[in-house]
């Protein structure tokens, strides 16, 4: 089990919380921040509790025989992520596209997969790629293709690189990665250029 599920974090972590507010120069023990530790150890239960999702209950029973083969692309979908280098916060949209072949799934399942992996500490790029990886291996369509597109406030907060404020990041599997054509039309969908 990942460690946030043992009962240890129960005091482990509002402990580490402690010592770091008193290493931020903060008094732990004043009352505004006396909940501070505990309610930091729930949040972050919460925000990674994609290490504790399976796999398969998302896709239990969601993904139907179908006969078509159009391309199928849900765009905008809505994620909060954690950067792995500062703890912070990382957010935007994904875009994900699939040509299936004999086997597609509810679409409201995309956005549980995309949850999944964003609530991990987590770099963009390995989350864009593990959404695309992990269609690629479920469904195993003729091709996927995930964009996102993200804030790092670690980025902004700090007020360097302001210029690359959005990061967008895609991967490209199967036919999206050869087919120049399967690859512009996804593009297409979620409303950008082809342009690379
Ligand atoms: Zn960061």
Redesign the pocket.
Known sequence: MPPMDDKRADSLVPDAIRTLLAELGEDPSRDGLLGTPDRVRRMYAELTDGYRTDPETIFNGADFEVDYDAMVVVRDIEFYSL??????P?FGKAHVGYLPQGRVIGLSKIPRVVDMYAHRLQVQERLTQQVASFLMERLEPKGVGCVIEAT????VMRGVRKQEATMVTSAMLGTFRRDARTRGEFLTFIGRTAER
Do not use: I, Q
């Open positions: 950067c792995e280098h500062h703890l912070l990382f790092h406030l670690c980025t």
